[in-house]
Structure formats: structure tokens, C-alpha cells
């Protein structure tokens, strides 16, 4: 079966190459990081279309704010605020006979490209030396462009779909992955999802949740020959920030995991003060955690962290007074597949049968929409697709053209392979 796949592969590689080239031709880049709004709409009419035309029932579901704010409510999950004018989600489903189901989930916004340091257009896709150039080639119309030809790779061999193949295209994923989380609040589901992010020709079975905190410390402005009459927002946001490095090095300490590296605070911004001769009144910093999947949870970091800054509070006569005001303005879940799940096994399965070799399984520092379809709509999930993280939201991003093909046999593959397992 896979040598028949091989060799329809090889007889239409052209074919199957238009259709990223044609999305890479489409701006769609978010706004703002979503915020702001996004141009995904010339994208996702042409995804639209290609399925329509191949006999999917195709689906267009405008993007909802109520939709997240239930996805906050209920799973501590989603962006608000963002803009969905012209913004919506593309969900093709692929009839198939009585096998088990699979989704293919891609998204259709790019980050914007700074086009003036492109070698080429950005919406020109070049092909050199085997690699195709493009803003969203490899994050991530590849993976997008894969899913939707393995089906037709599968009917260009003459082989019927086992099951049902459900392609969902969404918007709004460079924001924090709003996309798809609408999608699973709509109910979209199947009996298994392969998130197409690129990985390098690794299977992503983990990945870390992540927590944004603001904090706002408050002082008194004196000048600063008198500084002992004021009170510096900034000193004390020191020993905030001190507080939290030791409860980073407790976790580190305290937690491992297989895949992923232990979790992990970071102070990204700070600021305060007005003058280098006046005590600052103010001060704000911001910091993100990156957690880990099962042995930690959301609220237990919210919880530690809360701990950890009262902790410091109540050593201090002025901040047990003034106590900072702490906002958690961004959060997503972390992600984790059992690795001896039926899933991964028939994954495992269609890949060597693919390559000749078995698929290295790692985890993910970063996060992605996988923790979206494993934990909000409950489905089996693996991130796989071509592409690697390098090339994400780079100058002259492009994708190894071995690496896409690559992809459409192996979701092809596994789409046998899942059905009958």
C-alpha cells in the first residue's frame, strides 16, 4: 500500500504543490496579533473552495467573542477583545465508510512580514534549491496544504476513505489560538486530531501551558535627595521579583518530565519611575510561566504564585500595606498524549511504514493547538506536520519541499492506518 502511495506521490507532485503555492500568494496576516483583526478571509475562501471542489461539505462559521469568553470561563483558556469583522473558520469533512474519524487542524493567519528584509516578495512563493519561499509556507499553509492532498492522494490511488477526514482551517491562531478554540466550543470533534504545526520530522506528544501575569506596584514620589521619605516602586517590585525566582527554583527542583523541560518563570518587561532623580511612584512588570502538563495545573500555579507574592508581602511594612495589584491577562493550558494510546500507536505505525524507521517523540516548550482539541474538545491529539519552528514568523521563511511531500504521505498513511485500527 505504501509503495502504491509512493508512486502516486511521485506522478502528481506538481499537482499537489499548487495549492500551497496559490495560498502563498494570498495575504493573510493578522492584525495587532489578532487584537487588531485579520486578513485570513482570501485564505480561507480558497480552502473553502479546494474542498468544496474535491466534495467536502464545507462549513464557514464566523469567529464569536461568546465563544471565547466561555472558553476563559470554563477552561482558563482564550484571548478576549480580539476583531472578527471578515473573520471566520473553514471546517471540510471528507465522507469516509464506517472507520474512525481523524482531523487534520491548521491555521490560516500569518504574522506580518517585514518585507523590506525578504531576499523576495514574501507573497511570491520562490522555489530554490528545493525549498519553497513564502510568508506562512511553513507556519503553516504546508501543513494545511498536506492534510487536504493526503485525501486526494488516497483517491489518486484509487483507495476509498476508510473514515470520516475532517479539515479544519481557523483564524485568529498567532493571537493565542482563538481559532480553534472557537472550533471546539462549536463542538467541532473526531475520534482523533493531528494539529499540522511544523516538527521537524519529530512527533510533538507534549507540550507546556503557560501563564501571563501583570503586576502593579505602587510607591510614593519624593525627590531623590530626600528618598527616605518616598517609597521606591521599584525596590519593591525587586523583592517581588526575588519571591518569584525562588519559587522557580523550588519548581525546578521539585518537578521533571520526559519530554519537556522543567517549569519555568520569566520576567519579560519592567516598568517604572519617572526620573533618575525621583523615587518611582510606580512600577509594572510582566512575566510569563511555562508549566507542566499533569503533574500542575493553572490553578495551582495561579495559587503558588498568589503565595509566593503575599509571602513577600507580609514581610515588608509598606507592600503589607500597599499590596500590588496582580492581573493574568493571557493563559493556555498545557498538553500531553498518553504514548501508549491506540492514536499514537497507528501514528507510529504509518510513519515507519512511511520513512523505514521509527518517528522520534518529543515535547514542546512552546505551546499550541493541541491543548485545545486534547483538553476542551476531549479528542486523542498529536502535533505533527512539515515545517520546523526556526522558520516561524522568520525572514525568508520557507519549507524544505522533501519535507511537505513528505507530510501528505504520512497523513495519508496514517489515515489507513487509523481507520482500521
Known amino acids: 500500500m505504501i509503495d502504491l ?9 506538481d499537482e499537489y504543490l499548487k ?18 483583526g485579520g486578513l485570513e478571509k482570501a485564505g480561507q475562501d480558497y480552502i473553502a473552495k479546494l474542498m468544496g471542489d474535491m466534495g467536502a ?7 464569536k467573542e461568546e465563544d471565547i469568553q466561555t472558553a476563559i470561563e470554563k477552561y482558563h483558556d482564550g484571548n478576549p477583545g480580539h476583531n472578527y469583522d471578515d473573520r471566520a473558520n473553514v471546517y471540510g469533512r471528507f465522507a469516509g465508510g464506517g472507520g474512525r474519524s481523524i482531523m487534520f487542524n491548521g491555521h490560516m493567519d500569518t ?15 520562490t522555489l530554490k534549491d528545493g525549498k519553497l519561499y513564502g510568508l506562512g509556507i511553513a507556519d503553516m499553509k504546508s501543513g494545511l496544504a498536506a492534510a487536504v492532498m493526503a485525501v486526494k492522494l488516497l483517491r489518486d490511488a484509487g483507495l476509498e ?15 493565542g489560538g482563538n481559532g480553534s478554540i472557537a472550533a471546539a466550543i462549536q463542538g467541532e470533534k473526531a475520534d482523533a486530531v ?22 502593579e506596584v505602587e510607591g510614593v514620589a519624593v525627590h531623590s535627595g530626600i528618598k527616605w521619605k518616598g517609597v521606591s516602586a521599584i525596590a519593591k517590585a525587586m523583592k517581588l521579583i526575588e519571591a518569584l525566582d525562588e519559587l522557580e527554583h523550588k519548581w525546578l527542583l521539585q518537578y521533571k518530565h520526559p519530554l519537556l523541560p522543567a517549569p519555568n518563570l520569566n520576567v519579560g518587561t519592567i516598568h517604572g519611575g519617572t526620573a533618575g532623580s525621583t523615587t518611582a511612584a510606580r512600577c509594572t512588570f510582566e512575566l510569563c510561566i511555562h ?3 499533569e503533574q500542575m495545573s493553572y490553578e495551582q500555579v495561579v495559587g503558588e504564585v498568589n503565595a509566593a507574592l503575599d509571602y513577600a508581602c507580609r514581610g515588608d511594612e509598606w507592600l503589607d500595606g500597599h499590596r500590588p495589584k496582580t492581573t493574568i491577562y493571557q493563559s493556555g493550558n498545557a498538553f500531553e498524549m498518553d504514548l501508549e494510546h491506540p492514536f499514537t500507536k497507528a501514528f507510529e505505525a504509518a510513519w515507519e511504514a512511511s520513512h523505514g524507521r521509527p518517528v522520534p517523540v518529543v515535547g514542546s516548550p512552546s505551546g499550541c493547538d493541541s491543548r485545545t482539541w486534547r483538553n476542551i474538545a476531549g479528542c486523542p491529539t498529536l502535533q505533527y506536520g512539515p515545517g520546523e519552528l526556526s522558520q516561524c514568523h522568520s525572514v525568508d521563511e520557507h519549507i524544505d519541499l522533501d519535507m511537505y511531500y513528505d507530510a501528505i504521505l504520512t497523513y495519508a498513511a496514517l489515515i489507513l492506518e487509523w481507520a482500521k485500527s
Open 5 to 13: 502511495l509512493k508512486r502516486t506521490l511521485d506522478a502528481h507532485r
Open 57 to 63: 461539505e464545507v462549513r464557514v462559521v464566523p469567529m
Open 111 to 125: 504574522m506580518p512580514a517585514q518585507a523590506e528584509l525578504w531576499a523576495t516578495d514574501p507573497w511570491t512563493p
Open 19 to 36: 495549492p500551497l503555492i496559490d495560498l502563498g500568494r494570498l495575504d493573510t496576516h493578522c492584525l495587532g496579533h489578532g487584537i487588531d
Open 291 to 293: 508549566y507542566l502538563p
Open 161 to 175: 476513505l476508510p473514515g470520516d477526514v475532517i479539515i479544519t482551517s481557523v483564524a485568529d491562531e498567532e493571537g
Open 194 to 215: 493531528v494539529v499540522c504545526e511544523g516538527t521537524n520530522y519529530e512527533l510533538i506528544a507534549a507540550h507546556m501551558g503557560f501563564v501571563f501575569f501583570r503586576v
